[in-house]
C-alpha cells in the first residue's frame, strides 16, 4: 500500500517536470544553428589542430625556458657566494688555480 502511494508522488512529480520541458521555451540568438555549426566545423578542420598544438608548445616552450633561466640565475648566485665575485675566472672554475700551474692541469690527468 505505502509503495503504490510512493509510486504514485513519482509518477506525479515526473510528469509535473515532464509538462515544465514541455512548455520550455529556449530564446536563442538569432542563426544559433548555423553558428554553432561554423563552430564545430572549426574545431574539426586540420589547420585548428595545428593552432591548438603549436599553442601549446609555445606554452610549453615559455615553462621550460623559465625553469632553465631560474636554475641559471640560481647557479651563478651560488657561484657569486663561494668565491665573492662573478668574473670569468669565477664562472669556470679557474680563480684558484695560478697561471703556472693551468698547462700542469692540461697537460696531466689529477
Do not use: C, H, W
Not at 18 to 45: G, H, V
Not at 76 to 94: H, N, P, Q, Y
Amino acid at each position: 500500500m505505502k509503495n503504490s502511494k510512493k509510486q504514485k508522488k513519482e509518477r506525479l512529480d515526473n510528469e509535473k517536470v515532464a509538462m515544465f520541458f514541455r512548455n520550455y521555451e529556449t530564446d536563442f540568438k538569432p542563426f544559433f544553428k548555423e553558428r554553432l555549426q561554423a563552430k564545430i566545423e572549426k574545431i574539426n578542420s586540420e589547420e585548428y589542430a595545428e593552432n591548438v598544438f603549436i599553442n601549446n608548445l609555445s606554452i610549453a616552450f615559455a615553462k621550460v625556458l623559465y625553469s632553465g633561466l631560474a636554475a641559471l640565475v640560481l647557479i651563478l648566485i651560488s657561484i657569486f657566494i663561494t668565491t665573492g665575485s662573478l668574473s670569468i675566472d669565477s664562472l669556470l672554475g679557474l680563480e684558484s688555480i695560478s697561471s703556472e700551474e693551468i698547462t700542469a692541469y692540461l697537460l696531466f690527468d689529477f
